[in-house]
């Protein structure tokens, strides 16, 4: 049953084989067996999960089920869920029990699906092993020696682990492709603007986006169904016609270019990452696709832009954390500005506290021109890198993560190293581009690798298609580390 | 560039962060590392390039002017550190 895909659950709670609270409690068994070793989880609630459980049983036995009621779906804790605790990795948000829904999450329930619990994740989503986690670093299901990858650290551990169906995670710089591609799944950054933020705890507004991370494609399809969708209170959000994302995974890929950039090949890739890509790669010119020598000229210039941009955003978004309407405000203070400095001095970790630096800084008076406009006046260069390729190929592929899984406390010291691991992913967000990131074979000390799928604007149809059919030739996404 | 004490110091309190010296110099390292890595940008000539901000180049939606919002005092004042008869306490500050 924990193997089971989203489509073979759905199959089996419609055809009464099995109820949504056998299914729940099985899952929450489960969680409590494993999840101290992993600590991918912040919040459970059973008693919450079970009473939607119930009510999806109903749902069920009154005809009325659609894809995903039903099944025990877990939410990054990043996601506003009316009565749940929803503390995004952070002191700050310690004993904030959210008043409202995000709007994926209103989404999921809507569609009948359980929420299982709260994954962990980096706090405010700044990071990318979990090791910032205000509740203890996540552990990687392969190795619990290990990172999981971040910042969407604890959703990953938690679906390669089988503690849920699968899960929601969100992406501002490759905070679902790269610890999807640590923990050996699956995982989609859409399009900027196709799910709505709308609740979804603020970092970098200009790039965050939430999505799917799953075992298969196919799941992250049915997850992405329920996902998208334009609302109209996130005004960044996108007025499309509903589209199913399934619709096209069984196409063949015959004739499919895919390009390579020659700047995702050059140095700084591990020798066992280019070996499990390369080998994905031929596998694809045995599937029918052709392959395309691209160039991304100004990629390397998009983490000193995300450091710049992202940092701005966040020390914007994060002034709202002061200690006066929720969250966590100091026992003790002289003043109202004594309040607001040390409640957040002691309610944010050291490296949200560094990013609201690095974005006051650079937005602080006289460096504006210098340091934000120039960093946009780049991105736009970025993008137009990737318009150009698409004019010569279909999906652009890579790696991930120049490196497998590191150990926990490898880069703790040096900001500047753990920001270089996410050098493949920050230009795809930068551009507002689809990407997503499926497991491709195995690197050094047996840790998954991941292949990196880049898709046009709106292209996500296309791009579950390229993954399923690999995912139909290979079976690396269905190796599930031993617990 | 490299930024001074002085500098982290004015940062943290425009960031309304409560910093004692030692965190101040350890700031001050690590800042210094980052900006070196965001120099690289520096160099890029971006003459007549136009800023992006939203990959679809979108403009803001505009709305009617009419009243969206239900009133939610209640449950979002039950999640207040302090509040008083509806209302959101913090220190005096007008004697």
């Given at each position: ?49 079970l ?45 904030f ?29 700044m ?43 969100t ?142 955003e ?51 008076h ?16 970025i ?24 150990k926990?406390?490898?880069k ?33 000390n ?38 | 560039?490299?930024?001074s ?7 943290a ?22 900006f ?60």
């Amino acid at each position: 049953m924990f193997e089971s895909s989203l489509k073979q659950l759905g199959d089996a709670l419609r055809a009464n084989k099995i109820s949504s609270v056998e299914l729940t409690q099985s899952y929450l068994d489960r969680i409590t067996r494993h999840n101290p070793a992993l600590n991918a989880f912040i919040t459970l609630n059973p008693e919450m999960s079970l009473a939607q459980a119930r009510a999806a049983d109903a749902r069920i036995a009154a005809g009325k089920a659609d894809a995903l009621t039903g099944i025990p779906i877990a939410q990054k804790d990043i996601f506003c869920a009316k009565g749940w605790l929803t503390t995004c990795g952070s002191k700050m948000l310690h004993n904030f029990v959210s008043p409202y829904d995000a709007h994926v999450i209103s989404q999921f329930n809507n569609a009948g699906a359980i929420n299982l619990g709260k994954t962990n994740m980096d706090e405010f989503a700044m990071g990318s092993s979990n090791e910032t986690s205000h509740y203890g670093a996540v552990k990687n299901p392969w190795d619990t020696t290990r990172v999981p990858g971040g910042s969407s650290g604890g959703t990953a551990a938690a679906v390669a682990a089988r503690l849920c169906a699968a899960a929601t995670g969100t992406d501002t710089g490759g905070s679902i492709r790269q610890p999807a591609a640590l923990c050996g799944i699956s995982g989609l950054k859409p399009t900027y603007g196709v799910c709505s933020r709308y609740g979804m705890i603020a970092f970098a507004s200009s790039l965050d986006q939430a999505g799917p991370m799953g075992r298969s494609a196919e799941d992250l399809a049915l997850m992405l169904n329920v996902m998208a969708g334009f609302d109209e209170r996130d005004s960044t959000s996108l007025q499309r016609d509903k589209e199913d994302y399934a619709r096209d995974l069984n196409k063949p890929l015959t004739g499919l270019r895919i390009g390579l950039p020659k700047e995702f090949f050059a140095e700084g890739m591990g020798s066992d990452v280019a070996k499990a890509v390369e080998a994905a790669i031929a596998e694809y010119k045995k599937l029918g696709a052709t392959i395309v020598d691209i160039s991304l000229p100004n990629s390397k210039l998009s983490v000193p832009v995300y450091y710049v941009l992202a940092p701005a955003e966040a020390s914007s978004n994060l002034s709202r954390f002061d200690g006066v309407r929720y969250g966590y405000r100091a026992p003790e203070y002289s003043d109202l500005a004594d309040m607001y400095e040390k409640s957040r001095a002691q309610g944010f970790g050291a490296e949200v506290k560094r990013r609201i630096m690095i974005g006051t800084y650079v937005l602080s008076h006289g460096y504006y021109d210098a340091y934000y406009l120039q960093a946009q006046k780049i991105r736009r260069l970025i993008a137009q890198d990737f318009t150009e390729a698409y004019k010569q190929c279909d999906v652009i592929m890579g790696p991930t993560s120049p490196s497998t899984a590191f150990k926990l406390g490898e880069k703790g010291d040096d900001p500047v190293q753990m920001y270089l691991s996410d050098i493949y992913t920050i230009a795809v967000n930068l551009a507002g581009l689809p990407g997503m990131s499926i497991p491709c074979g195995f690197g050094a000390n047996d840790m998954p690798v991941g292949l990196q799928i880049i898709g046009n604007y709106f292209d996500e149809a296309r791009m579950l298609n390229v993954a399923h059919q690999f995912q139909q030739a290979t079976d690396w996404h269905s190796r599930a580390p031993k617990l | 560039m490299s930024l001074s004490s002085a500098d982290v110091e004015k940062v943290a309190r425009l960031a309304r962060l409560a910093m004692n010296d030692q965190e101040i110099q350890a700031a001050q390292a690590q800042l210094n590392n980052i900006f070196g890595l965001i120099a690289e940008m520096q160099a890029v000539d971006t003459k007549g390039i136009a800023p992006m901000s939203h990959s679809q180049d979108l403009a803001q939606r505009l709305r009617e002017d009419k009243v969206t919002e239900p009133d939610q005092r209640a449950a979002f004042q039950a999640i207040a550190p302090q509040v008083e008869q509806g209302l959101y306490l913090v220190p005096q500050v007008i004697e």
